[in-house]
Nanobody
Framework: QVQLVESGGGSVQAGGSLRLSCAAS??????MAWFRQAPGKEREGVAT???????SYADSVKGRFAISKDSVKNTLDLQMNSLKPEDTAMYYC???????????????????WGQGTQVTVSS
C-alpha cells in the first residue's frame, strides 16, 4: 500500500534553508504535492509536481522553494531557501492517485498523506 513519510523539518533562523524529504512506497507516479498548515490557519498548497515533473508553486514561495522527485530514491523533496517566519508550519507530503495533470492545489484533491514534519523559522 501507499506510504508517505516526511523528514527534514526543524528550527532555523530567518534567511536559512531546509530540505524536506518524503520517502514514498507503493503507487507514487501521479500528482504529488507539499502542503503546510499553521495553527488556526487553513491547509495551504505549497508546491505540486506532476508525473512528468511539471511544477507549480504558491505565490508566497515562488523563487524560494523548489519541489523535485528522485525516481531512484523514491523521494519527493522540497528545497526551502530564504526562509521567513511566516513559513513556520507543519509541512505535509501528499499524493493524488487519480490525476495526471493538472495537479490540484486544494487538499481535497489528494488521497494519501504523510504524517507531517514541523518547520519553525525564527526572526
Amino acid at each position: 500500500q501507499v506510504q508517505l513519510v516526511e523528514s527534514g523539518g526543524g528550527s532555523v533562523q530567518a534567511g536559512g534553508s531546509l530540505r524536506l524529504s518524503c520517502a514514498a512506497s507503493g503507487y507514487t507516479d501521479h500528482c504529488m504535492a507539499w502542503f503546510r498548515q499553521a495553527p488556526g490557519k487553513e491547509r495551504e498548497g505549497v508546491a505540486t509536481i506532476s508525473l512528468v515533473r511539471i511544477t507549480s508553486y504558491a505565490d508566497s514561495v515562488k523563487g524560494r522553494f523548489a519541489i523535485s522527485k528522485d525516481s531512484v530514491k523514491n523521494t519527493l523533496d522540497l528545497q526551502m531557501n530564504s526562509l521567513k517566519p511566516e513559513d513556520t508550519a507543519m509541512y505535509y507530503c501528499a499524493l493524488d492517485t487519480r490525476t495526471l495533470y493538472p495537479c490540484g492545489r486544494m487538499p481535497e484533491a489528494y488521497n494519501y498523506w504523510g504524517q507531517g514534519t514541523q518547520v519553525t523559522v525564527s526572526s
